[in-house]
């Protein structure tokens, strides 16, 4: 391949790596950074398949194992140290990552990792908790494995029975619409999207249009094509394009919780990756320059390993810091700092490096002879010989361990919560029905009827207050008086939230029995206006609107805007700040929602934050989701104050 593709192509590869890190750093501000996968696949489509195609031109056959070795000897190494540095680390540091680590090694190593998470369950948009996983970006790594295995067949049967390049080019970009338009079906809004988002067939679109372009824009047939009229065109397709990758790439509309990425945004965004990697190629221009420059060549020669470091550094780190929110940018540089220098060392030593099975053999000979020699290369088998064991020891005894008992109680409970919160909802729903039939009724009566109903009701209600039978009693040690108790029972709530009120709904329903509750993990704020809407729409939107919300990212405020749309000036619209030290939104979060208390009148936060920020054992290891003691003070301290501001009691 001439040496201009290369340069420019890592240059490319530049580019994704920068997004991606981004995007994991700060989605806030980066919400489509994680597009810089596509970038890696629709390469990766174009590449190989020019490959395959110029051997068929050239010798009329294409040597598949002469292929899978190099892509072996190239990509194997350094995802073996990946896998086995971290396990070495999970033994020695966090050994509550234990849990099927032999499962995700193996599914790594067989190329299948993408649907071991979809089996599992295991979302990449879910960070806290049980679903902290070091390994979970190599879904992309397994989709290439399986490229690399399959597409040489495909390809193969195209030539035999397409023939033609033109027929090869249309079948491909068919296949490519296909998967789009089955990303796009197979999408639910306010569902976990990880079948989607993990599946190969699913995410074949961008692996496709590289392919297609191959097809279209083989690189040994570029060098006579153009005149310096052409270059100019390229020269504004190139900016266009590029213009269009930054801008999806860094926009919030590509966040991937949202529907627009999965009704055709990421399928754009492969569209223009694919036109202005075609632009790169060719000759004549000014792309293929500026794409190559020392940083995004040393940028683009690590991208590898930067991408297979990037999680682990980043969670690994952040377990160890409980104050994130207070030292963004300070922590995220040495997150940084740390990505890059890790990749730096892994790319000398297991990339650049070819290491055979002999010279492994002779090292680890000299590793036992007698006398010891500490020479350098004998310190550096050493080392890797002890990750090795120890790595190898957490792998083979992993299926022995046991998931983490409080973050398994935590996702017990969530799945719990979850099944149960339709049947609550149901029976809250005929209380409020019945209630609402019974107050229509009592209003119907005469003044001297309704008076005297009214007197008889307080007079129930001071007795029950002054000893008559108490409810939920259990729940006064957690701060909470039985007048409080008491009052909630009529306090009719409509809430949504996220995993942590998802955590504590049955506490919730039982302390508000007219309260209905939809919540359910990695839920962002830009879903708030719809669902409301859709409550509304039905009649089941209480006096009352309950919302936690904030806890995986930040909101706008013209997100609040529409729900105070909706919500409308006659009902009490109660916000509950966040608890998420380990992540840079939480301050932004909770002094937006003061903020706005003083633009809505109607809208009270619940300080959270003020009551249980330093109850550090209130609180999961994740130090944001309550524990089975801080549910039942959240409940409490949520119903505390919703009933103190509604003037229920």
Do not use: C
């Not at 810089?36 to 010798?59: C, D, E, H, K, S």
């Amino acid at each position: 391949m001439k040496k201009r593709y290369i340069t420019g192509y890592a240059g490319l590869r530049a580019l994704a790596v920068i997004g991606v890190i981004l995007y994991h750093l700060d989605p806030d501000h980066f919400g489509g950074g994680y597009l810089g996968v596509p970038v890696f696949l629709v390469l990766t489509g174009y590449l190989v398949t020019n490959q395959i195609m110029a051997a068929y031109r050239n010798q009329g056959y294409f040597d598949i194992k002469s292929f899978y070795q190099r892509r072996f000897k190239r990509l194997y190494p350094p995802l073996i140290a990946m896998l086995w540095l971290t396990s070495a680390y999970i033994v020695l540091f966090q050994r509550n990552l234990l849990n099927k680590l032999y499962q995700i090694v193996a599914s790594n190593l067989l190329g299948v990792y993408n649907w071991w998470q979809i089996f599992n369950g295991q979302s990449y948009f879910e960070r806290f908790a049980n679903n902290e996983s070091p390994f979970t970006h190599l879904w992309t790594i397994a989709i290439d494995w399986q490229f690399y295995l399959l597409w040489p067949l495909v390809m193969a049967l195209l030539v035999k029975f397409a023939k033609k390049r033109r027929n090869i080019f249309w079948v491909l970009v068919g296949l490519s619409v296909l998967s789009a338009l089955e990303m796009a079906l197979l999408f639910r809004p306010g569902q976990d999207t990880s079948r989607i988002y993990y599946g190969t067939d699913t995410r074949f679109f961008s692996l496709g249009l590289g392919s297609a372009m191959a097809v279209l824009w083989p690189f040994e047939e570029l060098d006579n094509r153009f005149t310096q009229k052409d270059g100019v065109i390229l020269n504004w397709t190139g900016l266009a394009t590029l213009f269009g990758m930054l801008l999806l790439m860094f926009s919030p509309l590509m966040n991937a919780q949202t529907a627009f990425p999965y009704y055709g945004g990421m399928f754009i965004f492969s569209f223009f990756v694919t036109v202005f990697a075609a632009v790169i190629a060719a000759p004549v221009g000014i792309w293929n320059r500026l794409m190559t420059n020392p940083v995004f060549n040393w940028l683009g020669s690590r991208s590898y390993e930067i991408y297979l470091y990037q999680f682990p550094v980043m969670i690994f780190f952040e377990s160890r810091v409980s104050d994130l929110a207070d030292h963004v940018t300070l922590y995220r540089v040495i997150e940084i700092g740390l990505i890059l220098l890790i990749s730096e060392i892994t790319y000398h030593l297991f990339e650049k490096r070819r290491y055979t099975s002999e010279g492994i053999r002779y090292n680890l000979t000299k590793l036992f002879q007698w006398p010891v020699k500490l020479s350098k290369n004998w310190l550096k088998t050493a080392a890797f010989f002890l990750v090795f064991l120890i790595g190898s020891s957490g792998i083979i005894f992993s299926p022995l361990a046991k998931a983490d008992n409080k973050d398994g109680a935590l996702i017990k409970t969530i799945n719990d919560n979850s099944k149960q919160q339709a049947e609550m909802n149901k029976k809250a729903l005929e209380l409020i029905k019945s209630s609402r039939k019974a107050a229509k009724k009592s209003s119907s009566k005469k003044s001297k009827q309704t008076s005297k109903a009214k007197a008889k009701t307080k007079s129930k209600t001071t007795k029950s207050k002054s000893g008559g039978k108490k409810v939920n009693q259990e729940f006064e040690k957690y701060g909470i008086s039985q007048a409080d108790l008491q009052a909630a029972q009529k306090l009719q709530v409509t809430a949504i939230g996220d995993s942590v009120m998802a955590s504590s709904s049955d506490i919730l329903h039982q302390l508000l029995p007219h309260a209905v509750i939809d919540a359910t993990v990695s839920r962002q704020a830009d879903v708030a206006p719809q669902l409301l809407q859709s409550y509304a729409q039905k009649g089941e939107l209480q006096d009352n609107v309950l919302i936690g919300l904030g806890t995986n990212g930040p909101f706008t405020d013209d997100e609040v805007k529409q729900i105070m749309q909706i919500v409308g000036p006659k009902r009490q619209l109660f916000w509950i700040n966040v608890v998420v030290p380990t992540r840079s939104w939480q301050n932004q979060v909770n002094q937006q929602l003061q903020t706005l208390t003083k633009k809505y009148k109607n809208l009270t936060v619940i300080d959270w934050y003020g009551y249980a920020h330093s109850q550090s054992s209130w609180f999961y290891d994740d130090k944001t989701h309550p524990n089975n003691v801080g549910q039942n003070y959240y409940s409490t301290y949520i119903v505390k104050e919703m009933v103190r501001a509604s003037g229920s009691n």
